[in-house]
C-alpha cells in the first residue's frame, strides 16, 4: 500500500537533559550518498528567485537561496559532520560521504495557499503524482523535500495554535515494495521571535535574517536538520539507523544549539555555506573514543 507512510521527525518538545546521551547504531541502513530533490507546493514561487510553477528543471537551475544552500551542501565542512556515521551490513562497515547532491526541482503548477491543511497522505499522493507524470524519477537515494509557503499548514501539525513541528522527516513504501523519503518542510518564517505561535513556540530564532531573504534564511536550519537525519536514519523498512535511547536522532540531539554566533548588518549567523552566511542548528558528531558533542562543522 503506497500510503504506508510513517513520520519520524515530529520533534520532540523537550530535549534538555537527553541530550548527552550517546547516539547508538541499530543495526539498519543508512543512506551514504545523500541526495535531495526539492518539491515546491505552490501557485508561485515560494522563495525569492525559485521556481515558477509549473517548471522542473536541475539544481543548478535553483534560483533561489535555498537552491544555492542546496548546491553547496555537500563538500562542506559542516557537511563533513556526517562522515562520523556508519552502517555495517554483512560485517561491513561503510561510511556517509561528504557528497550531498541538490539532484533537481519540481514546481508544482498549484498548490495550496494560506489557509490550507495538507495531510500527509496528501503528501504522498504529490509525490507518486510526481513519479507517475514524469515530473520526479524515484531514487532509494533521494530526500523528496516538500516545500509551501506561508501559512500553509503542512502534515496537519503547523499551525499558529497547534505548533507541533517546524519540519519533519519520514518514509512510505510504495505498492512494489520500494521506499521514498520525504520531508515536510512548512515556512518556518511564519514563527519568529516577533510572530510566535500559541505558547510561546518560534521556528526561527531571529527576526532578521543574514542574507535578507526572510524566508529562505529562515528555513536551511530545519532543511539541514531533516536531511541529515534522513542520512542517519532513513526509513528503510524501519528506522534502525542512528539515535540515542530516548529516540532522539542526530540532528534532534543538538535542536536550537548553534554554537557561536555572529551578525552581519542583516541578521545572525554561524556558518558559511558557499560563502554566503547562514543560521544553522548543529550536528551531533559521532565518536567512539571521544566526547560526543554538538558542532557546526569537522
Known amino acids: 500500500d503506497q500510503n504506508d507512510y510513517v513520520a519520524k521527525d515530529k520533534a520532540p518538545a523537550n530535549l534538555g537533559n537527553d541530550r548527552p546521551e550517546h547516539i547508538k547504531y541499530w543495526g539498519g ?20 528567485g525559485g521556481p515558477a510553477a509549473g517548471t522542473t528543471g536541475t539544481g543548478a537551475a535553483d534560483g533561489s537561496l535555498v537552491g544555492f544552500y542546496l548546491r553547496n551542501m555537500g563538500g562542506s565542512a559542516r557537511w563533513n559532520v556526517n562522515t562520523t556515521y556508519s552502517q555495517t551490513i554483512d560485517k561491513t562497515e561503510s561510511f556517509v560521504q561528504n557528497t550531498m547532491n541538490y539532484s533537481g526541482f519540481w514546481a508544482t503548477p498549484t498548490g495550496p495557499t494560506s489557509g490550507a491543511t495538507v495531510s500527509t497522505g496528501q503528501m504522498v499522493g504529490l509525490i507518486e503524482t510526481g513519479f507517475n507524470s514524469g515530473k520526479l524519477t524515484y531514487d532509494p537515494n533521494t ?35 520500494t521506499f521514498v523519503q520525504i520531508s515536510a518542510m ?55 539507523g542512528w539515535y540515542d535511547i530516548h529516540g532522539f536522532e542526530s540532528s534532534d540531539k543538538c535542536a536550537y544549539i548553534y554554537g557561536p554566533v555572529f551578525r552581519n548588518t542583516k541578521g545572525f549567523f554561524n556558518i558559511a555555506i558557499g560563502g554566503k552566511p547562514f543560521l544553522v542548528q548543529g550536528q551531533w558528531q559521532r565518536a567512539v573514543s571521544t566526547p560526543e558533542r554538538c558542532t557546526t562543522s569537522l
Open 29 to 48: 541502513r543508512l543512506i551514504l550518498q545523500q541526495k535531495v530533490v526539492s518539491v515546491y507546493y505552490a501557485p508561485s514561487p515560494i522563495y525569492n
Open 143 to 177: 530526500l523528496y523535500v516538500i516545500f509551501t509557503g506561508s501559512g500553509v499548514n503542512l502534515g496537519g501539525g503547523f499551525s499558529h495554535d497547534n505548533l507541533q513541528y517546524c519540519a519533519f522527516h519520514g518514509a512510505y513504501r510504495r505498492a512494489n515494495g
Open 186 to 240: 512548512p515556512y518556518d518564517a511564519d514563527f519568529t521571535p516577533a510572530h510566535r505561535a500559541a505558547g510561546n513556540f518560534i521556528c526561527v530564532p531571529q527576526d532578521g535574517a543574514p542574507n535578507g531573504d526572510v524566508g529562505a534564511d529562515g528555513i536551511v536550519s530545519a532543511l539541514q536538520h531533516e536531511t541529515e537525519e534522513t542520512t542517519t536514519d532513513p526509513g528503510i523498512v524501519s528506522f534502525a
